[in-house]
Every structure is written in structure tokens, then in C-alpha cells.
């Protein structure tokens, strides 16, 4: 089903990259993969070039013997729409439709089947991921964790027959993240699609039937999953979510159609020419209102690439300050060239590990000139200071404390946005050396080169 045959990633700019060297890897169909490894060594782009998005700087990708990007523009984007299913690592669903539109969209986008079909799908499989209640919230009255099923439900709309998804659960607390990484496994083994999942959780990578670790843009491991037993959601059985039947689809209604009938029903004689109005009335705006939508749609993609790739956000480095604070330094990078992005108000706060839960510490930015809106040209450094004064801190790494670093932004390619905004939430996990720690104490436990750093970073988790 796919094959990666000496795939290479090269970014250009001024500090030349290479985010994946040389990476070989065949996954047959309805099998699974998972990729592990630290943050910066080349999951994403790996993924990227899987799925269409990012062009690889050397070797083949293979879909079905079809080496994608050896097409056009045109039928690689038809290759996607058909073939592949993408789950991202942010929330990526449009605030002002319900979660059935948001379903629904990319088979309404693609157009292949009727609406009442794609709603009925979309419905179909919203009951699939447990949200057979919530079919008509909108994004902003549901949880993290549903969000996140609505999103795997419109992977699916489409029947892609390869699933990928980046660190689809980064920013969810680790109950829900657990259920909804199992939920992608189940669905991949009652539906039969083939997936590749980026995950920093071990024991769901070890439900897949391979796990690859990468560093530095290479393998370093490769082992196969346990592929454990299926869990009881996917024993039921799933009755072929992907045919619905034409009697289901028809019993479906479209919201605008609704109403019309019961009126043709009352007033039959004289009614009839006034219901036809009607009727085109209600035609015309559910046209217009579809075009609206997948207008709507396309923008989001394209701002949802954008954010992806046209946003490089990380921590530069963490320094001891004064007192009992640290300087923490991340860096924003503009990857796209001449065109600035606006960046609103990150948010980034810390939080240390104490027991298995995390308690926030001060943190506040260093930066003068608060402005709300970040101009994004080049690298951006962003400064702040944080006190994690937290005496009975859990340590994982002996002595150092475990520190979680969240930064919320909102991107835009204008300074002022109106719907062409996208949501990012970033995790950054560090081991931090406690102010006054005893260096040689450390040592007698850890090897490190020299000195023991201030912060060691970690793979997200
Ligand atoms: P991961 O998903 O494992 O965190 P990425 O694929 O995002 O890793 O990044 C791999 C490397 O490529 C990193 O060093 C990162 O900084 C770099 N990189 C990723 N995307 C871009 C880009 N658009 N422009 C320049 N460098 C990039
Ligand atoms: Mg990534």
C-alpha cells in the first residue's frame, strides 16, 4: 500500500536543514505504524511528504505503486482527497458549523456523493468515535478530547484507505489521550485502513505492528508492535460504516429541506405553485450556502498548511536567572519566505510534575512592548521568566525537575484576521536542573559529557 524508497527532506533557508535522510519503509495495506522520537527529528515531515503536503528533496513515495509526487498538482490533490485521511496535531474544525458540517465537509468538497448521503455518513460515523449525542454541537461546546473525535470522524469521511495522524493528542490530559489513541487503533483494525500515527505514548505504539524510532531524520529502532488484542469497542461489529445504505441516505435530511413537506402536505390544491417557489427559494440558498461552505473549507486548508508548515515554534534554551527563576527562550520562524504571518497573543505557561499531575508556575514575558500581534518575518525570540519554586517536584531523571511548556497561538496571514485565523497548541517537555542542585551528586548518578545542563529537552509526551 505504501512505500517510502530513500525519501529525503532538505530545508533551505539560512541555517540549511536536513529534517529526513535517506528513510526506506514499506507498510502493507490495513496495517499500522507507529514513529517515535523526540521533538525536531523529522516525524512531521516524514508525514508531510507521506500524505502530499510537503515535497520530498529526494527519493520516492509510493501509493499503491503510484509514486505520488511524480503527479500534478491536480491529481496529487485527488490522490489525497481520495486515498488518505489526516488527523493533526491541532484543533482544526470550523468554530461556526456543527460537528455533522465538519464531518460532512470533505465529501460535500469532494462532491462525489449527494449531501443527504454525506450527512448520513458523517452521522454514521460521529456515533463510530461515541458522540452519537453531540451530532449537532458546534466545536466551542465540546471537550478537548471530542474535538478530537469529530476530527478523526472527518478523516474518515471520505473512506481513505491510509490514515495518518500527527501527535493527534499533544494537548490532552492522558486519560483522554489514552482513549483516543486506542480509539485510532480500533478503527483502523475494524475498518481495515492502513495507519501511520506519530505518538510519543509507548504502550499505544506498541499496538501498532510496527514502531520506528527516528533521530536526526533516520531510523534508529525498528521493532514490531505486540499488536494486541482488538479492545471490545472494535469487536462490535461495525456495520460497514463506509456503504450506507441509499434508504438511510434518503431518510436523511439536509437542515434547510426540513419543513417543506409538512407545508405541501396541509395546503395540497392552491399551495402547490407557491411551494414551488419555496422550493427553489430553499434550493438557491442551500446552494449558496454549500458554496459558501466550501469556499469556507478550502481557505481553512490552505491556513491549516500554513500553520503546519509555514510555523516553526520551539524552545531555543532555558537559563538559570536570578533568584529561583529561569529564562526561557523560544523561537518562532517564518519558514514561508517574504510573506510575514501574525501571530495573536501567545500564551505560554509552565507547569512542573508533582505526583503524576502538573501544578502551573509563574511565568510571565520578558518581552517590552506587549504587543498583541506578533509580525512573523524571519526568526522571532521570545523571552520569559519563569519560577518553578516547587519543593516536592517527582523526579524522573534524578534531581532534575520535569517541566511542561504549553504555547497557544493564534496564526494568521493578516494583521487582521476575520475567519482566516488557525489555532496551534504546542507542547515543549524539558528536564530542568533545580537552582543550588549539587552538580557532583548528579553526576554520581547520570553521565554527562561535563557540567550537568540546565535543561535537557524531551520527545513530547
Ligand atoms: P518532528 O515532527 O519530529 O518534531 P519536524 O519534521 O517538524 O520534526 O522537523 C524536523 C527538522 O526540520 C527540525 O530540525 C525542524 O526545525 C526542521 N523543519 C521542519 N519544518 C521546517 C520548515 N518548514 N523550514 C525549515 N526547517 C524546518
Ligand atoms: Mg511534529
Not at 11 to 38: H, N, W
Not at 117 to 130: I, K, N, P, S, T
Not at 343 to 355: A, C, D, I
Not at 416 to 441: C, F, I, M, T, W
Amino acid at each position: 500500500m505504501l512505500a517510502l524508497q530513500s525519501v529525503g527532506k532538505n530545508y533551505m533557508g539560512e541555517q540549511p536543514v536536513t529534517a529526513v535522510k535517506d528513510f526506506s519503509l514499506e507498510l502493507e495495506e490495513g496495517k499500522s505504524l507507529a514513529i517515535i522520537g523526540r521533538s525536531g527529528s523529522g516525524k512531521s515531515t516524514l508525514l508531510g511528504m507521506i500524505g502530499g503536503i510537503s515535497r520530498p528533496t529526494s527519493g520516492h513515495v509510493l501509493i499503491d505503486g503510484v509514486d505520488q509526487w511524480q503527479l500534478d498538482d491536480t491529481r496529487r490533490a485527488d490522490l489525497r482527497n481520495q486515498k488518505i485521511g489526516f488527523v493533526f496535531q491541532f484543533a482544526s474544525l470550523l468554530p461556526s458549523l456543527r460537528a455533522v458540517d465538519n464531518v460532512a465537509l470533505p465529501c460535500l468538497i469532494s462532491g462525489k456523493i449527494s449531501a443527504s448521503e454525506a450527512y448520513a455518513r458523517a452521522r454514521a460515523l460521529l456515533d463510530r468515535v461515541g458522540l452519537s449525542h453531540r451530532h449537532d454541537s458546534f466545536p466551542g461546546q465540546l471537550s478537548g478530547g471530542e474535538q478530537r473525535r469529530v476530527a478523526i470522524a472527518r478523516a474518515l469521511v471520505n473512506s481513505p484507505r491510509l490514515l495518518l495522524a500527527d501527535e493527534p493528542t499533544a494537548d490532552l490530559d492522558e486519560t483522554t489521550e489514552s482513549e483516543i489513541l486506542n480509539l485510532l487503533i480500533d478503527i483502523h483494525r475494524a475498518l481495515n485502513v492502513t495507519l501511520v500515527v506519530v505518538t510519543h505514548n509507548p504502550e499505544i505504539a506498541a499496538r501498532a505492528d510496527q514502531i520506528i524510532e527516528m533521530r536526526g531524520g533516520e531510523t534508529v529502532s525498528k521493532k514490531a508492535g505486540s499488536s494486541a488484542q482488538i479492545t471490545g469497542d472494535a469487536i462490535e461489529s461495525v456495520n460497514n460504516l463506509y456503504e450506507v445504505s441509499s434508504e438511510k441516505a434518503a431518510n436523511e435530511k439536509v437542515r434547510l429541506g426540513e419543513g417543506v413537506e409538512a407545508f405541501v402536505g396541509r395546503f395540497v390544491m392552491w399551495i402547490v405553485p407557491i411551494c414551488v417557489i419555496a422550493w427553489c427559494i430553499n434550493w438557491a440558498v442551500a446552494d449558496y450556502e454549500r458554496t459558501e461552505i466550501q469556499a469556507k473549507a478550502q481557505r481553512k486548508m490552505a491556513l491549516e498548511e500554513l500553520a503546519m508548515q509555514g510555523l516553526r515554534a520551539d524552545l531555543k534554551s532555558v537559563e538559570f536567572g536570578e533568584g529561583k527563576s529561569y529564562v526561557v527562550t523560544l523561537y518562532l520562524r517564518n519558514t514561508k519566505g517574504d510573506e510575514p504571518l501574525y501571530v495573536m497573543s501567545p500564551l505560554v505557561r509552565g507547569f512542573v510534575q508533582v505526583g503524576t499531575s502538573w501544578l502551573e508556575v509563574p511565568m510571565k514575558s520578558l518581552e517590552t512592548g506587549n504587543s498583541q500581534v506578533l509580525k512573523v518575518t524571519g526568526t522571532k525570540l521570545l523571552r520569559y521568566e519563569m519560577v518553578p519554586d516547587v519543593p516536592d517536584f517527582t523526579q524522573l531523571l534524578p534531581y532534575y525537575m520535569h517541566v511542561r511548556l504549553t504555547n497557544d497561538m493564534l496564526i494568521s496571514p493578516r494583521s487582521q484576521p476575520k475567519d482566516d485565523l488557525v489555532e496551534r497548541n504546542d507542547s515543549y517537555y524539558v528536564y530542568l536542573k533545580p537552582h543550588g542542585a549539587d552538580d557532583k551528586a548528579i553526576l554520581s548518578k547520570m553521565k554527562f559529557p561535563g557540567k550537568p545542563p540546565v535543561w535537557i529537552p524531551m520527545p513530547p509526551h
